[in-house]
Nanobody, 125 residues
Framework: EVQLVESGGGSVQAGGSLRLSCTASGFTFDTSDMGWYRQAPGNECELVSSISNGGNTFYASSVKGRFTISQDKSKNTVYLQMNSLKLEDTAVYYC???????????????????WGQGTQVTVSS
């Protein structure tokens, strides 16, 4: 059974930091492309960041310079370090895996890949 289990969400004041973790099981993490999407109420779901199985990274322009994606293949885990958080970063964050994930909308990633249950990130002033 494929599982992507996210953790690390929570509430933080603007300017603070959180680190999200996503531990994968049931598929070959070593050769998989991984990503983080987010969905805020009233907003479209968007790809925040991704990392290829080879370590190439992608960041949405809204988070570039503030967020860092990384992975530990020995732990089948991908991380999203989020610094200098802003109110507009408030959303449910989803971990996902799909081939060439950096090319995928949320819908396509859900249809063609694996998707976690989501973790809430709330940034307050």
């Amino acid at each position: 059974e494929v599982q992507l289990v996210e953790s690390g969400g929570g509430s933080v004041q603007a300017g603070g930091s959180l680190r999200l973790s996503c531990t994968a099981s049931g598929f070959t993490f070593d050769t998989s492309d991984m990503g983080w999407y987010r969905q805020a109420p009233g907003n479209e779901c968007e790809l925040v960041s991704s990392i290829s199985n080879g370590g190439n990274t992608f960041y949405a322009s809204s988070v570039k310079g503030r967020f860092t994606i990384s992975q530990d293949k020995s732990k089948n885990t991908v991380y999203l370090q989020m610094n200098s958080l802003k109110l507009e970063d408030t959303a449910v964050y989803y971990c996902a895996s799909a081939p060439l994930i950096w090319t995928m909308s949320c819908g396509r990633a859900r249809d063609f890949g694996y998707w976690g249950q989501g973790t809430q990130v709330t940034v307050s002033s």
